[in-house]
């Protein structure tokens, strides 16, 4: 299997290297140069016509892409411990969680990221005030994220999982294009300095 990425600050390729480090798994590596846009290069559009990264190629030639999707096959075919949930309820645990994070955290970061973030400026039309508009939502939602985090070791539980992976790299990149955890969030800095304590969260 080969995967195409990109180095980190991406957060999306970093979720799947996350993921194989700590399922143990090792896979060709091929880094395909966002600023360079070679992912919207003709050949890569084959691999994935949204021209987007990572990308999975599997040893049939075929290619997957979105990260969860990616992650959820390698769960599948790989050995290792269970990272989407181990029993009907932690599975649809962890896939709450997922969805959480990538649509209430997720979503509003890559706004602010897409619409007021002087490296994407060349890439579209920025509504900088629409952009802007969502920061108090990100502040919002950690706080809300704290709460939900009280008590609990891992988002999903006791188990680590991809909806920690998911956390992470989404409050990483956030940190990364000024959007940072708020200062009084205490759980949640406390789960991410858990979390970037793990081995694969050099990856
Ligand atoms: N939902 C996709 C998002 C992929 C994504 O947006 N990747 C970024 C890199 S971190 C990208 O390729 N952006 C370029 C674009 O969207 O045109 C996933 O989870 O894989």
Redo the contacts with the bound molecule.
């Keep these: 299997m080969k995967l195409y990425g990109?180095d980190n600050p991406?957060?999306?390729?970093r979720r799947v290297r996350i993921f194989l480090a700590e399922k143990g798994g090792a896979v060709e590596h091929v880094r395909v140069p966002?600023r360079a846009r070679g992912?919207k290069a003709a050949d890569f559009l084959k691999k994935n016509s949204l021209?987007?990264?990572?990308v999975l190629e599997l040893d049939d030639g075929s290619f997957l892409?979105?990260?969860?999707s990616i992650c959820r096959y390698l769960e599948e075919t790989l050995p290792g411990p269970a990272l989407f949930g181990a029993t009907a309820r932690e599975r649809a645990e962890v896939d709450m969680w997922i969805r959480r994070l990538e649509l209430q955290l997720m979503s509003p970061i890559g706004q602010i990221w897409r619409h007021t973030h002087p490296l994407t400026a060349a890439l579209l039309t920025q509504y900088v005030e629409f952009g802007e508009s969502n920061r108090p939502r990100v502040e919002q939602i950690y706080r809300w994220f704290d709460g939900e985090l009280a008590g609990k070791t891992f988002v999903a539980g006791e188990a680590y999982s991809m909806a920690d992976i998911i956390g992470l790299t989404t409050a990483d990149f956030g940190t990364f294009i000024g959007v940072p955890i708020p200062g009084d969030c205490a759980n949640v800095l406390a789960w991410r300095e858990r979390v970037s304590s793990r081995p694969s969260a050099a990856a």
């Design positions: 990109e991406a957060p999306n390729p966002m992912h021209g987007q990264l990572p892409s979105e990260s969860v």
